[in-house]
């Protein structure tokens, strides 16, 4: 048997590749035709996530038509909240509704535990993209970090500022703390059953990290994902994991030492020599090209995308984008991306 080393997994174990492995945050996603027709036949959002069929599907389109090196379980930060039994919903045009929680007693009557059943249709989706991924290709599970998914719980939607969580955690921390123990028990327990299901590394999204006051980052991203990290390798001590505390900044070194990631992911609006002296010799990083440059294409996109190379790819590196790919994105702005990273 011929074993095909994976450059993701390499980088992950602190050795440099060139040229660096590259994929993209929500790379399954509207940018594409075959995602659209895809999405249109599943119905609801939610019904796409929890059918295994065809949410392999769309986790293998991005890759057959780019050749990342890396391809993302299909599947929402969100199914966290309704597992626990929190009615979620995607509205077209405006994104996810969940009725919110505007008092301590209705944080506290959220469940601490779910029926595993509901989430079995994921790690079904697992072992099918494992069955069908090219040799080489990384397969990476996630969840949502316990204070970003909390935003969603208590606003019931996305907000700007993330005010209503932290109205709440001002109002009664320990209510609040008891609400973010309870995702990260179900986020260890969701991220084990992607791994015992084929996933062979762990991103942790954190995407509303930045809003958080230094203090508060300590308190309610850094000391739940060092739980959350503990929880998988307790179960999984091999477990490769990517933690993504968007916009934390000069958080972010404190991030890597604390949490116990293997990794991180770094914003766009990120310093980059600050990173590479202050993050990247402490954890191999990933990103950070801007996701509106990706989108812009042409010169622009070519230096961007230079600026990314020199400043990190010295280094243990993840070529990335900074946040999600945004819908209306030219695939041939993709292509000319990947063929500038790749030296082509
Ligand atoms: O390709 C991939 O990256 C894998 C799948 C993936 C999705 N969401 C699919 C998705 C991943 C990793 C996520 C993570 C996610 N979901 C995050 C963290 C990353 C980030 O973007 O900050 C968050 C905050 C969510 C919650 C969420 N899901 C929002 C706010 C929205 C609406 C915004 C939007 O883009 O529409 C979603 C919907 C969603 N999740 C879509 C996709 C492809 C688009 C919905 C559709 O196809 O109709």
């Not at 945050?25 to 594409?32: D, S, W």
């Not at 069929?53 to 909240?81: C, H, K, N, W, Y």
Request: proline share 8%; glycine share 8%.
């Amino acid at each position: 048997m011929i074993v095909v080393s994976k450059p993701l997994l390499d980088v992950l174990s602190g050795t440099r590749r060139m040229p660096p492995p590259v994929w993209m945050m929500r790379q399954a996603g509207r940018y594409l035709a075959e995602y659209r027709a895809v999405r249109a036949k599943a119905g609801s959002f939610l019904g796409l996530c929890f059918n295994p069929e065809l949410a392999a599907e769309v986790t293998l389109q991005p890759i057959r038509r780019f050749g990342f090196d890396a391809a993302i379980l299909f599947s929402d930060i969100l199914v966290i909240p309704h597992a626990l039994g929190r009615s979620v919903r995607f509205v077209e045009g405006e994104g996810p509704r969940l009725d919110p929680l505007t008092s301590a007693s209705a944080i506290d009557s959220v469940r601490g535990d779910y029926d595993p059943q509901v989430l079995a249709p994921v790690y079904e989706t697992v072992r099918q993209v494992k069955a069908q991924l090219p040799d080489g290709v990384a397969l990476i599970g996630f969840c949502g970090a316990p204070w970003t998914v909390a935003t969603y719980m208590i606003a019931g939607r996305g907000t700007p500022d993330q005010g209503p969580a932290k109205a709440a955690f001002a109002d009664d921390p320990a209510a609040f703390a008891r609400l973010i123990d309870k995702l990260v028990d179900a986020s260890a327990d969701y991220l084990c059953g992607q791994i015992e299901a084929g996933a062979e590394c762990l991103q942790i999204f954190d995407s509303w990290a930045g809003s958080l006051s230094p203090e508060d980052f300590v308190r309610w991203s850094i000391a739940p994902t060092q739980k959350l990290v503990a929880k998988v390798r307790a179960r999984h001590p091999q477990a490769r994991i990517i933690g993504f505390p968007r916009g934390a900044g000069q958080g972010i070194p404190r991030y890597a030492r604390e949490t116990g990631v293997d990794a991180v992911s770094l914003e766009t609006e990120i310093d980059r020599d600050f990173a590479r002296r202050e993050i990247q010799t402490l954890v191999p990083v990933q990103g950070n090209l801007d996701p509106l440059v990706l989108r812009a294409g042409g010169d622009a996109l070519d230096r961007a995308v230079d600026e990314v190379l020199a400043a990190f790819a010295q280094q243990p590196f993840v070529f990335n984008l900074g946040h999600g790919i945004l819908p209306d994105t030219p695939v041939a702005h993709v292509e000319r991306m990947l063929a500038r990273v790749r030296g082509a």
